[in-house]
């Protein structure tokens, strides 16, 4: 079985010089492994450092220490250690990513923000509409707000578009950092089908979910945050 | 897509007198990336955008740019007449003041036209043509095309600069605070018309900015500055969310939220 992900002693604390120069250890040790094809949830308490491994996993947060080895290409990088623009080439083809929120651009519609990740790898603008159309369509995106820009949408409208971008491509490896939270039941349910698609496409998922159900219906297994926790390595 | 740079920068220092201008930065650009350069006011950046665009010949260091024919071409041993060539074919320079980017006392179409005629151009209706093409793409009416960029609003001289200047097909872009000194909503209709231009015209972009909004919504990457040295870089949004300097944190401390 394919493994993409592989996270290998990895650690993490920050530094806040505007405050003494005092540091706050987060995770160390971090080590696992994501297959195709299974969905596993990172689990822990608030603070305990779930979104700040899945910003590392995404190059969005720098790593101090260990691994990232991804699958990219035919080949194996290490996304700790790689350049800017290995990075962007990784975001582009092989990890997707769902963030807690829509970070808005002025004046580009819901379809086109669903849509630009499937055009920047090269596909043809109205089919990558159309692919955004069904999408939105299955997340019971109200048509009448397809053309508009999403800045002036109610969290859960914007969350669905944001779950809609993050599901558009076929990235190898997709991160959820809590993609239900501002959602009714009914959008839950149809989250959890897509990740169920995802997983039956052979993408493998790393995820956060609050939400007992959700993560009851799509999780494989759950990684222990704490586990990882700074100060107990340390000691 | 190429797998070789646009620009290398290697150990650039400028120095006035005894001043520090900008100290010993080196990076690659490569095509279609934009970069963009914050710091605070006297950091060494238009010094360095000034270097770069060879307006300022560095105190040391070399920057070499890969010529359309994919030759390396040490800029800083380039004759006058070649950087002069570059600068109207291969690059825009995109100034904060428009009037320093603009002829004032000529008309809007000619602003454009100048440059079409500048790398050979020498049919007027074709010219014409192309201007009213790009005054439409910066969204000015074509009925204001023989007016002066003196009857335009600040707003709209910017636009038009950025039209001069990207009418020739440019692969790199240097721009020095391209939406200081509008109004705030004036400066977001700027900044969206810049995105969309840089994005569907694969443009490599030096983008130097105070404004750390403008370096999220532009840029891929981005170089901190301060007393002219490069504190931090890196992807845009790492060094925005996950700031490592303490310069860096100060300065995305020290505005809401980006
Ligand atoms: N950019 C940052 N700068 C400084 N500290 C940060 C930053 N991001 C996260 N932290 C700190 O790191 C710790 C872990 O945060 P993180 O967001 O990873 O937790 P989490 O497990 O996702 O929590 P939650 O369940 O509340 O979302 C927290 O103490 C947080 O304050
Ligand atoms: N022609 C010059 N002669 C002497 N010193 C200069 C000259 N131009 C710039 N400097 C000095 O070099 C340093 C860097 O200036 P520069 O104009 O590059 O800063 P900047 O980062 O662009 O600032 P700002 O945000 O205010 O435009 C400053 O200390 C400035 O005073
Ligand atoms: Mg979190
Ligand atoms: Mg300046």
Redesign the pocket.
């Given at each position: 079985m394919a493994t993409p992900l592989v996270v290998s002693d990895v650690e993490k604390s920050?530094t806040?010089h505007l405050r003494d120069g005092v540091t706050?250890p987060?995770v160390a040790g971090v080590s696992f492994s994501i297959r195709a094809g299974e969905c596993a949830v990172?689990g822990?308490?608030?603070?305990?450092?779930?979104?700040?491994?899945l910003?590392m996993l995404y190059g969005n947060?720098a790593v101090d220490e260990g691994q990232i080895i991804v699958q990219h290409e035919n080949g194996l990088i290490d996304l700790a250690s790689a350049s800017p623009r290995t990075v962007l080439a990784v975001r582009r083809r092989t990890i997707g990513y769902v963030s807690?929120f829509l970070r808005t651009v002025p004046r580009v519609s819901a379809l086109d923000v669903v849509a630009e990740p499937l055009v920047e790898r090269g596909e043809d603008r109205e089919a990558a509409r159309a692919k955004a159309r069904s999408l939105l369509a299955q997340l019971n995106l109200p048509e009448k707000l397809w053309a508009l820009p999403p800045a002036t949408f109610s969290g859960g409208e914007q969350q669905r578009v944001n779950i809609a971008r993050g599901f558009i491509t076929e990235h190898p490896i997709l991160l959820l950092?809590?993609p239900t939270a501002s959602l009714d039941a009914k959008n839950r349910d149809v989250v959890v089908e897509l990740i169920a698609a995802k997983k039956a496409a052979g993408v493998a998922l790393l995820g956060?979910f609050?939400d007992l159900d959700v993560r009851d219906a799509v999780a494989d297994r759950v990684i222990d945050?704490t586990a990882f926790a700074a100060g107990k390595v340390a000691a | 897509m190429t797998d070789e740079p646009l620009l290398r920068v290697s150990a650039l220092s400028k120095f006035y007198g005894s001043r520090v201008g900008c100290e010993n930065v080196t990076f690659d650009l490569w095509p279609g990336e934009v970069l963009a350069v914050v710091g605070e006011s006297g950091s060494g950046k238009t010094t360095l955008l000034n270097c770069l665009s060879t307006r300022l010949l560095p105190s040391s260091g070399t920057a070499s740019y890969r010529v359309r024919d994919g030759q390396w071409r040490e800029l800083y041993r380039m004759s006058e007449a070649e950087r002069r060539f570059l600068m109207r074919t291969d690059w825009g320079f995109v100034h904060q003041n428009p009037a320093d980017g603009l002829r004032m006392t000529v008309s809007a179409g000619a602003n454009v036209g100048e440059r079409l005629m500048a790398v050979g151009d020498r049919h007027y209706g074709k010219i014409r043509a192309t201007a009213v093409d790009w005054l439409s793409r910066v969204e000015i009416d074509e009925d204001r095309i023989d007016d002066e960029p003196r009857a335009f609003s600040g707003g709209m001289r910017q636009r038009l600069q950025i039209a001069r200047n990207l009418v020739t097909g440019p692969r790199l872009v240097f721009m020095d605070e391209p939406t200081g000194g509008l109004d705030v909503s004036v400066q977001a209709r700027l900044l969206d018309l810049l995105r969309g231009l840089v994005t569907d015209l694969g443009l490599a972009a030096i983008v130097v900015t105070h404004d750390l909004a403008v370096a999220r919504l532009l840029s891929q990457r981005m170089m901190v500055m301060k007393d002219g040295r490069v504190v931090e870089s890196g992807l845009t949004d790492r060094v925005l969310?996950?700031p490592r300097a303490p310069y860096t944190q100060l300065l995305v401390s020290s505005i809401l939220q980006v």
């Open positions: 920050f806040m706050l987060v990172l822990g308490p608030s603070g305990a450092g779930k979104s700040s491994i910003k947060y807690q950092d809590e956060i609050h945050v | 969310d996950d």
